[in-house]
């Protein structure tokens, strides 16, 4: 699309206002219930549903598919994110009143830091654009990897501070215990981070690492900064929501990491094909209809098993646990 300066403003204008109401009203610390998270969701979703629908009056069904493909794509992918943020809550025992702020403060994080990396591909790919190459066979790396760490029969569900965060933590000192939601405080004559400060970093920092994957990925669905953007905001705008919606949920959906290594290598697979199409070489390209058919075809599919596969795990534990009271009272 040809988008304005006009417009950029307006969009960026728009989000900051929605960033702030979000703000204001989870300003006062307190427990999240499932009736608030789920209200606001649904908020977020129609909100980025109506934008689409401007997307389509303003530039057709051609970015408007863009759209739902790279919010999608990213909202699935930003769920599996919140595996990795129940692990950093746990890890820092942050107490639930306060786990909102926490995830605001990362959502703030993770748009400004996304928003760098959408400028920096979009001048990169400008420039070089053999960098489709480069992004395809990352994410088919990528989605590999989330088949082998899916495939594993152990895995150790416990989150490992980096180098950053533990340097951070070396040089400042930590308070022993949370302080309301203060970052920092004195302590034996000394400034001293909050625990609340060094999880805000540690979902910071973790964020970073998320976008090397969703950038990615969603450049192989739409190479429109303004598109790739505005689907990311709306993707990451909910999240904060979601994470109490669907906290539960997460550990029933055990097949989630092959659907979305599934859609990363899909992807990947169309970034080399448009590559090879930029290059002059005549291979078939994947439209935007069919992609964004098959990644919510895969999301339903994994969705399903995954729920079925959580059942018959639920059952066999049930019965397992009736085994062994019929052992011991037998003895």
Known sequence: MNVSLTVWLLTVAALCALVAVDF????????????????????????????????????????????????????????????????????????SQYQQRVLMVGVLVALVLRAGFIAAGAAIISAFSWVFYLFGAFLIWTAWKLIQDARKEEHEEEYQENK??????????????????????????????????????????????????????????????????????????????LYFLIGGLLKKLVHLSYGLSIILGFIGVKLVLHALHESGVHVPEISIPFSLGFIVLVLAVTTITSLRASKKQERQAAQERGDAADAGRAL
């Open 164 to 241: 950053l965060l533990k340097m951070a933590e070396k040089r400042f000192g930590v308070a022993d215990r949370y302080h309301g939601t203060k970052l920092w405080i004195e302590q034996n004559g000394k400034r001293v981070m909050t625990p609340m400060l060094v999880v805000m970093l540690a979902i910071g920092s973790t964020d970073v690492l998320f976008a090397l994957d969703s950038i990615p990925a969603i450049y192989g669905l739409t190479q429109d900064p303004y598109i790739v953007f505005t689907a990311n905001a709306f993707a990451l705008m909910g999240l904060r929501q």
């Open 24 to 95: 204001f009203i989870g300003r006062k610390p307190h427990d999240v219930s499932l009736k608030e998270a789920g209200t606001w969701t649904i908020v977020w979703v129609v909100l980025a549903c109506l934008f689409g629908l401007g997307v389509y009056f303003y530039g057709g069904g051609g970015p408007t598919g863009e759209f739902f493909a790279g919010y999608i794509t990213e909202k699935s992918l930003s769920v599996d994110n919140l595996f990795v943020f129940v692990l950093i809550m746990g890890k820092f025992a942050v107490p």
